[in-house]
């Protein structure tokens, strides 16, 4: 299994080496040259594993440099029962109505990151040692919120590796950003940047293809790669849960073989509803794939039309994690969806660049549409969603699992379709607990109580305790203060690394 780049102007690399690297040379993202199919006899395999070994099965054709002695070690070291609080690590829940919420935020950081970013570390620091790596790895992160945290926690302490953190300043909620600047650990270090999401993502992109600071990097025997979904290493471990939920739905006998589910995805830079896309090629049968979106609905407009347009204003939302109008892992499902012609995704990502905007062809479009369906939620009817679905089924939703509820309510209008259907749930409500209290109680209620306040009052009223990953969060120690501006991102790397 070789991996080649959505751009076509690089060589292939092995798996350990796209790990390694983040990005490919040319810009591009690393893309399998094929997806391999689940083999027949492997659903009664996947049936009868628990979550560590489902993910070993589906991830060995994917490193097949990694021999099953070493994937089964790094399983077993990411999804242990002292990081994760359910044992099912992704467990499904029926909500009636023939739809089911598998809930993702059972591990440290309390976010749907901590799925891929408990199992990123294992894979790179043997890619490293696989493919003879020389240099330390200096982890480059910008995050919207989840990632950051799930990537601090992830690599703190690692060997070999260090980890530099930006997050927009203003755009996280409190307890996002309570994560990150108490983080601990000797090589990690936490930035808020001045402006947003998009912001602090392509100042990253900016230092990741500046050929004078890697050449400094060098120079001192440090290398950069990513965290975020860009990284092959850390989008191949999302595969696993959507295959998981479909075995658990066939165990149950809610599916029979080869009958087709839906899934619902609360959608921003798009990686996590591209690794349901995988699992799709990789054998689950989908009826359909729905991209949920907040107000910043680019990727709504772009499914509806084929047209991506990201020259809008950004907004923030109660869905933070979400408010993002550059959605970087699109490249991938148009490089897979177009059969793999980098020449045309070439062009779309330069038309982006340069005029913020492009649109794919009449033959492109059908095929996203055949698959896809999008919709997108205000931040009101977000709210509306959380009180509703707490009334009526006394299930607690975060926000962004709010918005992936309300746009399935709308498809369900849209489209007569009773197809099985998994809303994928992102985060704890306690991650955006101010939020999910606007929605719950009256504005008397919340008013004048800070966050940590409203956390409490939350448990209180419903009876569901705080995660160990959030609770007594405000008393930990700030340890990260360092605000920089987005043309000064370069320095303050620099700064850190001491070089």
């Not at 996280?172 to 650990?185: D, H, L, Y």
């Not at 709504?300 to 869905?319: A, M, P, V």
């Not at 649109?359 to 059908?366: G, L, M, N, S, Y």
Request: hydrophobic share 40%; proline share 4%.
């Amino acid at each position: 299994m070789l991996y080649q780049s959505s751009r076509g102007k690089a060589s292939p690399v092995s798996a350990a080496q796209a790990i390694t690297m983040g990005i490919a040379a040319d810009g591009g993202l690393f893309v399998p040259e094929k997806v391999p199919l689940i083999d027949k006899g492997d659903w009664q395999k996947l049936m009868d594993g628990n979550y560590q070994q489902r993910t070993v099965l589906i991830l060995k054709p994917f490193l097949p440099e990694f021999s099953l002695a070493e994937l089964e070690e790094c399983s077993a070291k990411a999804y242990h029962m002292e990081r994760f609080d359910d044992p099912q690590i992704a467990p499904l829940v029926n909500i009636g109505d023939n739809t089911y919420i598998q809930e993702l935020w059972h591990g440290p950081t309390c976010a749907f990151k901590d799925m891929a970013l408990q199992m990123l570390p294992q894979l790179l620091t043997r890619s490293m040692v696989k493919i003879e790596e020389s240099d330390d790895i200096v982890i480059l992160v910008a995050t919207s919120g989840d990632t950051g945290k799930a990537a601090l926690e992830g690599f703190k302490d690692v060997d070999r590796t260090r980890i530099v953190v930006f997050y927009p300043d203003e755009g996280v909620s409190e307890v996002q950003k309570r994560q990150m600047i108490t983080q601990e650990g000797s090589n990690v270090f936490v930035a808020a940047v001045a402006g947003n999401f998009d912001d602090a993502q392509n100042g990253v992109k900016r230092i990741f293809g500046n050929p004078s600071f890697n050449h400094h990097l060098a120079e001192h025997g440090l290398k950069l790669s990513s965290a975020n979904s860009i990284n092959w290493g850390r989008l191949v471990p999302q595969i696993v849960y959507y295959v998981s939920a479909y075995v658990d739905l066939l165990a149950q006998g809610v599916v029979e073989a080869g009958q087709p589910v839906n899934f619902v995805v609360p959608t921003g830079n798009f990686g996590n509803i591209l690794a349901a896309y995988y699992a799709g090629l990789m054998g689950v049968p989908i009826n359909r794939l729905i991209c949920a979106s907040n107000a910043n609905n680019v990727l709504t407009d772009f499914i509806r039309t084929g047209i991506y347009d990201r020259n809008r204003h950004l907004e923030k939302t109660l869905s933070p994690s979400m408010d993002i109008l550059i959605s970087s892992n699109l490249e991938r499902l148009l490089f897979e969806i177009t059969e793999h012609d980098a020449a045309k995704v070439s062009e779309w990502m330069e038309q982006l660049q340069t005029h913020g905007r492009y649109e794919i062809d009449p033959a492109t479009r059908e095929k996203v549409q055949s698959i896809f369906w999008a919709d997108y939620c205000s931040d009101l009817q977000t709210l509306t969603t959380i009180r509703a679905v707490w009334e009526d089924k006394r299930y607690l939703l975060d926000t962004h699992t709010a918005v992936a509820f309300y746009v399935y309510q709308s498809y369900r209008k849209a489209v007569a379709d009773d197809t099985p259907t998994v809303i994928i749930s992102t985060a704890s409500p306690y991650k955006f607990g101010s939020s999910v209290a606007r929605a719950l109680f009256s504005q008397e209620l919340i008013q004048g109580k800070d966050e940590f306040s409203l956390l409490r009052m939350l448990s209180t009223a419903t009876g569901i305790p705080i995660p160990r990953g959030i609770e007594g969060l405000e008393s930990r120690e700030v340890k990260h203060k360092t605000r920089t501006a987005v043309n000064a991102m370069e320095q303050t790397v620099l700064n850190f690394l001491q070089i």
